[in-house]
């Protein structure tokens, strides 16, 4: 157990945190390593959302698509307003309404 006195208590405090090895830059570059995993999480995101689909500029557009694709056979597609680009996407899963 350590002393009792503060000036003491400080230094084996000191003397520890520097045995350590500078955890500062070890917490720095975690949250680094945090921000740089989110951004690739979010334009992972994005590009499955929005950039690798047809974007339509109208909802009537993209109805009649939705028409054109069940008259050759592809049923069941839904239209919805993509929160990203602000146009219209189609979509076979019809939670995404």
Do not use: I, N
């Not at 350590?20 to 921000?35: K, N, P, S, T, V």
């Not at 839904?78 to 309404?97: A, D, F, I, M």
């Amino acid at each position: 157990m350590g002393s009792r006195k503060h000036s003491a208590r400080a230094r084996e405090r000191e003397e520890f945190l520097s045995s350590l090895g500078g955890m500062d830059d070890a917490f720095a570059a975690e949250e680094a390593h945090q921000r740089e995993a989110a951004d690739q999480k979010e334009e992972a995101r994005l590009m499955k959302a929005c950039l690798s689909k047809q974007r339509y500029a109208t909802r009537a557009e993209a109805e009649e698509t939705a028409r054109a694709c069940a008259q050759h056979g592809t049923y069941g597609l839904e239209v919805y307003r993509c929160p990203y680009c602000r146009g219209w996407h189609l979509t076979s899963h019809p939670w995404k309404r």
